[in-house]
């Protein structure tokens, strides 16, 4: 990648006013631990560091090597013993002379390590100002520096692939080659204008549409990837809802592996949402045990019967856990489940599980309930609310027909059908995203860029077949490629850097 150009408004950030300082911080995490490290970074990283070591001349050795040495404090004294490694300028991830000291663990070494460093001539780093400096110098672009901030934080093996694919530059590679095809038109539709008053017609138009309906076509499919990609990065909301005593909080537990709910079989006993994550086939999934819903006449229930309600309508997954042994059979059941997907704005997979099938009555009452379902005469069919039919043209309703909903037969009690119900959860979790996939989208602001951008093309599409000048038309096109450019910071206004490096901790 190349550095960025003198104008670029990165470099007019409020947080590289002081790019020419060299910066020091601590890179692991706060606390004590067997070694930390304190990293040093920018034109006087090797003066700084030779001025407080003991050992070898850090400014003469090759970079990506390690020595053992001495830290003196500020008296003289040996402050710790420690191993300095060295990356020359334009060799380190910031792009600047880097000394990374690996020294013994206290807090009190670290701070003092730190202490001492700024004492020689460094300055504190700011949050997420090493990785400023790598984009900055042209080591990674916007995009690859919030795969590393999502790398940090991956909390299961899809999160942490789709970071690694963001940090490569796949994702990068795939939006600048994007942003060209954009550049490209955009010129073609500017020739068309220096050449207008001759009237040659250079810019085929059609030719162009027909760019522009693949550009769209791909930038739509990218967008598309979000809603699982952001669940496979942060964890797929995973809500179990049903009757109280359903078995709710003994599903949970089992899929936990964990006492983690209150299990008895006083109805009512779940009064709030208690939730916990697990990792299931590589991908985090965050289970939300509700207060089964029911009406209440208890005030505290009823805050508990809202959550869910609450909790249901941001699901990704909605387990709808039925008890066959009710006496009130499994009808009225399956009835509170439709009424609930009816009220939902969105609506999530869901999977129908008959528990206790090891009291016998759940197979048989599974079918006995498919059979109800089509001879009740409603067929529990449900309308869905036109506010739900995103995808929908205005006007169009859609049902959806409970029979389609997956249903398994569970014992909650002895883990029987908890594979099928693990590999369905896997299943729908991907739907949409292939984590194997190289680029998928799980990051808002990506999310939002992609969005505007589309909506610029599709004005550009409207626009072609039209009489209008092409200046006019450029000026949409020119929108699109500049969205399309905030993602990996091509073009991105200082004010947008300064959030995105102020969510990073010290030291990153
Ligand atoms: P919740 O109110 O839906 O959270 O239900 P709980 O998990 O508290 O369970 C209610 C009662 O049903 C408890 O006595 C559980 O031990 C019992 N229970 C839950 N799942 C099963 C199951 O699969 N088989 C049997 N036999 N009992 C279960």
Sequence with gaps: ??????????????????????????????????????????????????????????????????????????????????????????????????????????KWIQNRVVSRLIEAGASPAKAGEFTLR????????????????????????????????????????????????????????????????????????????????????????????????????????????????????????????????????????????????????????RFIDTAGLRDTSDSIEQIGVDRARRQISAADILLWVIDPTDPEGVTPQLVEFADTLRSLPHLPHSLLLFNKSDLGAAASSESESAKTASSDGENLSIAVPESAQTKLPKGESLSIDLSAIPRISISAADGSGIDRLTAQLTTLAEEGCDPAADIIVTNLRHYEALRLTSDALHRVADLLPTDLPSDLIAQDLREATHYLGTITGAITPADLLQTIFSRFCIGK
């Design 1 to 106: 990648m190349e550095p960025l150009n003198p104008s670029s408004p990165l470099l007019s950030s409020p947080m590289t006013d002081a790019a020419a300082s060299t910066i020091a911080a601590i890179s692991t995490p706060a606390g004590v631990g067997g070694i930390a490290v304190v990293r040093l970074s920018g034109p006087d990283a090797l003066r700084i560091a030779d001025s407080v070591w003991h050992g070898r001349r850090l400014s003469e050795v090759a970079s990506h090597t390690a020595h053992l040495g001495e830290i003196i404090d500020s008296d003289g004294s040996m402050l710790d013993q420690a191993v300095a490694t060295v990356f020359a300028a334009g060799r380190s991830f910031t792009g600047e002379a880097t000394v990374e000291f690996s020294v013994h663990g206290s």
């Design 134 to 285: 790598a984009v900055r110098n042209g080591r990674i672009d916007l995009a690859q520096a919030e795969g590393i901030a999502d790398m940090i934080a991956a909390s299961s093996k899809a999160a942490q692939r789709l970071a690694a694919t963001q940090m490569k530059g796949t994702f990068s590679r795939h939006l600048d080659s994007l942003r060209q095809q954009m550049v490209d038109m955009a010129s073609l539709l500017e020739l068309e204008l220096d050449f207008s008053e001759e009237d040659v017609e250079f810019a085929d138009r059609s030719h162009l549409a027909s760019l522009c309906d693949t550009a769209i076509a791909q930038i739509d499919s990218l967008a598309a990837t979000f809603k699982a990609g952001k669940a496979l990065k942060e964890g797929v909301a995973t809500v179990i809802a049903g009757r109280p005593n359903a078995g709710k909080s003994t599903l949970l537990n089992l899929l936990l592996g964990d006492d983690k709910a209150i299990v008895s079989d006083i109805p009512g006993t779940t009064r709030d949402v208690i939730e916990d994550t697990a990792e299931i086939n590589g991908i985090l999934f």
